[in-house]
Nanobody, 115 residues
Framework: QVQLVESGGGLVQPGGSLRLSCAAS????????MGWYRQAPGKQRELVAQ???????NHADSVKGRFSISRDNAKNTVSLQMNRLKPEDTAVYYC?????????WGQGTQVTVSS
């Protein structure tokens, strides 16, 4: 069992930056693939970025070059650095932990990009 708690969301102007963090409790955090997803109003939840247990990463085309995912296994955290934010990045951002057939979601954190 893994519990996930996101933090770091908020209101930011276009072009600004935010850093989201996801703190995980439970065991074997380092063996999970960790991901950040987002869901905007009226849209499906989509993958933003993920990082494997081997620290391989992939990012959605819409955020490549602007967002960066990282993890700290010693602290059981995964982070998403978001730069050059755009209004279309506005969404609830969720953290997800996956290992084999098991997966866990956090409760989400709101990111609003607006002037």
């Amino acid at each position: 069992q893994v519990q996930l708690v996101e933090s770091g969301g908020g209101l930011v102007q276009p072009g600004g930056s935010l850093r989201l963090s996801c703190a995980a409790s439970g065991t074997y955090f380092s063996t999970y693939t960790m991901g950040w997803y987002r869901q905007a109003p009226g849209k499906q939840r989509e993958l933003v970025a993920q990082i494997t247990d081997g620290h391989f990463t992939n990012h959605a085309d819409s955020v490549k070059g602007r967002f960066s995912i990282s993890r700290d296994n010693a602290k059981n955290t995964v982070s998403l650095q978001m730069n050059r934010l755009k209004p279309e990045d506005t969404a609830v951002y969720y953290c997800k932990a996956t290992r084999n057939d098991a997966y866990y979601w956090g409760q989400g954190t709101q990111v609003t990009v607006s002037s």
